[in-house]
């Protein structure tokens, strides 16, 4: 009211009138300022950390480096031959005092390139040799590393293993495909003073009929033959698994749960359906013989120590049980209901554990669901990345040179 | 005349003005604190939500402390961390590491979960900070070293092995089992009731248990791994995976798995190995029942008959020792394993 009697002012300037800023955006303004903060002190303390870890880890790094080849005989032998190089009585041979480890350099490395499949005496114990070839898992140079290693430790410091002396004996191998047939070929052919050694009796593998053959490379007409996917060696590709050197059993009963519905798969249902139980039993039998090489690499970026965390020993905290076991020492599987893991092809072990993982929130309370349902997607990749780095199962016969 | 009067006039106005902005600066200043700890209060609610299962279950019941034994990275250099480390070996890989003295196919870490890490599954851990005990089982005062003997002669079967017996009094295996253990206990306090020590004491269900209940329950749970004659299976190379469950390749009649409420609470948290808690707890007594009512090793303590034996050491125990089940009467023993 008062405004209407005042004198207009020739040299009034419209303006905006100021309006203060209201509380609320002060209040949020500031709780942002103080959230601001933390996290940036946070962030520095958790920098700090980080950085004492890294300190740590490279100490750690110098201390392997101390003793190059600690880490892959960790990684790579003791689970099986233990940490300590005893073996297990009964079951894997000795390091320790092993008269193999003290010989001739290359007799460590041909061993390693080969893999044994075949019985072995070491020091005066007998066992039913099976190990895996390394072949196509480790380069020259890790190979290098893990003989040199072993042969300081159990063999009295006998002489290093250089990466050349790998190569050369990699070239002699390719000219004797499949594994060493137990001590017998290996005192036969390197080491002559070896102790007496139990004789290879070779099991009767019946060579493969022609029409399963057939089968392998064409399918039933109409459908996918098996090599289109899983290859012609069945290695495996891409979320097609590696199917060759699993027990003919767990295969037999993946064919039929795929041809009965009690297995789900848009690419597997057909083709079972296909095939008559006859054929499923033949194709069975015959990927359960071959020893194929892997190839399998890792391809889902996860965390490689972490999948062999859980791998070798899981993650009590958060109710995981390691892979082994029950999937057997280096993931070669104990027939008949658990399949062979190792080498297997990471995309399709991720896809697995994620489908046991749908069956546990769909109810399930089966092993591989109950444990799958505990591990994330992180978890998932750095298991199925880490076993993609393991030798395959050694065991069946190894395919014909020439097909590589 | 107008100047002076303007000032006069502002001042009053503009201490106002200040004494409305300090109070504004007040509430500004509480309503961000505030709001903040409202914004931290809702995301600590959100965030402890998804935990809250869980930590409700795993919260001390009666007063016990919860502890966590150190990660294997910490085993320490030199001497004594070889002794741990030689204790962690023989711990896992008994049959090999400690061969004169075992008799059967198990290993510590088959009962003894995660190398004796494991709660409720008799950790290592909770074992060290209990010992010395009197023990009714041998009516005396027990040092851990007694108490490791006793493992070796029942559980590890040690009568059936190359020497005969466990370790003598005194031998390393037990310095450095007991160094692992220490060390497993590091930061543990002596005496304390730990969360998750020995086994879990399993209620008793309303029917009780009953051994062809339970053999329905092994076949459809544990056979997969176990096998069908509960004689475990191992992979290629013969090494054991699944550890036998009876017959001469397992624990004897003196060791404490044989009581079924030793196996039942086992069994409920643990087996199958990664669906620990999946069974009902009328399953896992039944299972234990039809497990623990096999034949398997004599009692390495029996002088004169079962029956004298049954009355002599089993007496109070839940125990199949010395009953006849299917015509046979249970304790005679199996044939030494080869």
Not at chain 1, 257 to 272: I, K, N
Not at chain 1, 343 to 350: E, F, R, S
Not at chain 2, 111 to 121: I, N, Q, V, Y
């Amino acid at each position: 009211m008062s405004d209407d009697r005042r004198p207009v002012d020739e040299r009034f300037e419209p303006y905006e009138p100021r309006r203060r800023v209201p509380l609320p955006v002060y209040w949020i303004a500031i709780a942002l300022a103080i959230w601001g903060t933390l996290t940036l002190w946070r962030d520095a303390h958790a920098g700090f950390i980080a950085g004492r870890q890294r300190g740590d880890e490279a100490a750690a790094d110098t201390r392997r480096a101390a003793a190059p080849g600690a880490d892959l005989f960790l990684a790579r032998c003791s689970s099986c031959h233990q940490p300590d190089g005893s073996g297990i009585a009964g079951a894997v041979p000795p390091l320790a005092g092993s008269p193999l480890v003290k010989a001739d350099p290359s007799v460590v490395v041909r061993i390693l390139l080969r893999g044994i499949d075949g019985p072995i005496t070491v020091a005066g114990q007998h066992f039913d040799g099976h190990m895996p070839s390394f072949a196509s898992v480790l380069d020259d140079d890790q190979l290098a590393r893990i003989a040199t290693y072993v042969r300081a430790r159990f063999g009295d410091n006998a002489s290093a293993v250089s990466p050349s002396d790998v190569a050369a004996a990699r070239a002699w191998a390719a000219g004797h495909p499949g594994p060493w047939r137990g001590g017998d070929e290996i005192r036969a052919a390197l080491m002559p003073l070896l102790e007496p050694q139990p004789a290879y009796v070779a099991s009767l593998i019946a060579a493969p009929d022609p029409s399963i053959l057939a089968l392998v490379q064409h399918g039933t007409g109409g459908g996918w033959s098996c090599a289109s996917c899983h290859g012609d060696l069945g290695e495996g590709h891409g979320d097609a698994p590696r199917i060759a050197g699993l027990s003919s059993p767990y295969l037999l009963a993946q064919l039929r749960a795929f041809a009965g519905g009690a297995r789900t798969s848009d690419a597997m249902a057909p083709v079972a359906t296909s095939l008559a139980d006859a054929q499923k039993i033949a194709l069975a039998s015959y990927y359960s013989q071959l020893a194929t090489p892997s190839a399998s690499v890792p391809a889902l970026q996860g965390a490689l120590d972490r999948g062999e965390a859980l791998a070798l020993d899981g993650d009590s905290a958060k109710g995981i049980p390691a892979c082994f076991s029950c999937h057997g020492s280096s993931g070669f599987g104990v027939a008949p209901a658990f399949p062979p893991i190792a080498a297997q092809q990471p995309a399709y072990t991720a896809g697995r554990l994620a489908g046991f993982a749908r069956q546990a929130k769909q109810g399930s309370h089966a092993l591989m669901p109950s444990v799958a349902a505990r591990l994330d997607d992180a978890d998932r990749r750095a298991i199925a990345d880490y076993l993609a780095t393991l030798p395959p199962v050694p065991t069946g016969t190894a395919p014909p040179a020439e097909q590589h | 005349m107008n100047h002076p009067e303007e000032p006069a006039e502002a001042e009053p106005l503009s201490d106002l003005k200040k004494g409305q902005n300090t109070s504004r600066g007040i509430y500004a200043i509480a309503g961000g604190v505030m709001l903040f700890a409202f914004g931290a209060l809702v995301a600590g609610v959100i965030h402890s939500h998804g935990e809250q299962a869980d930590t409700s279950k795993s919260a001390p019941a009666d007063g016990k402390i919860a502890f966590t034994p150190p990660p294997e990275s910490k085993i320490p250099d030199g001497p004594g961390g070889d002794s741990i480390r030689h204790g962690m070996a023989i711990f896992r890989n008994t049959g090999t590491e400690a061969a004169q003295y075992v008799g059967n196919g198990l290993t510590c870490s088959n009962c003894h979960l995660d190398a004796g890490r494991k709660p409720l599954s008799a950790p290592m851990w909770s074992a060290w900070v209990s010992y010395p005990q009197y023990r009714s089982k041998n009516k005396k005062m027990n040092s851990m070293e007694d108490r490791l003997n006793g493992c070796f002669s029942y559980s590890m079967n040690g009568q059936g092995s190359p020497s005969g017996g466990p370790p003598p009094k005194g031998d390393p295996i037990y310095t450095d089992l007991e160094a692992y253990f220490h060390w497993l206990a590091t930061g543990a306090a002596t005496g304390a009731k730990l969360e998750g020590a020995g086994f879990l004491k399993l209620k008793k269900t309303p029917l009780g248990y009953d051994r062809l209940r339970g053999q329905v329950v092994y076949q459809q749970h544990c056979a997969e791994c176990h096998a069908d004659d509960g004689q475990g299976r191992t992979d290629l190379n013969s090494r054991s995976i699944f550890p036998p469950l009876w017959g001469p390749h397992s624990y004897n009649w003196g060791a404490g798995m044989t009581q079924v409420n030793n196996a039942a609470g086992f069994i409920k948290v643990n087996m199958p190995l990664g669906a620990g808690n999946t069974l009902t707890d009328q399953q896992a007594w039944d299972v234990a029942a039809w497990i623990d009512s096999q034949e398997r090793p004599k009692d390495p303590r029996q002088k004169g008959s079962v029956a004298d034996n049954a009355k002599a050491f089993h007496n109070k125990e839940q125990s199949f020792y010395g009953k006849t089940v299917d015509g046979h009467l249970l304790g005679t023993g199996t044939p030494p394993a080869h």
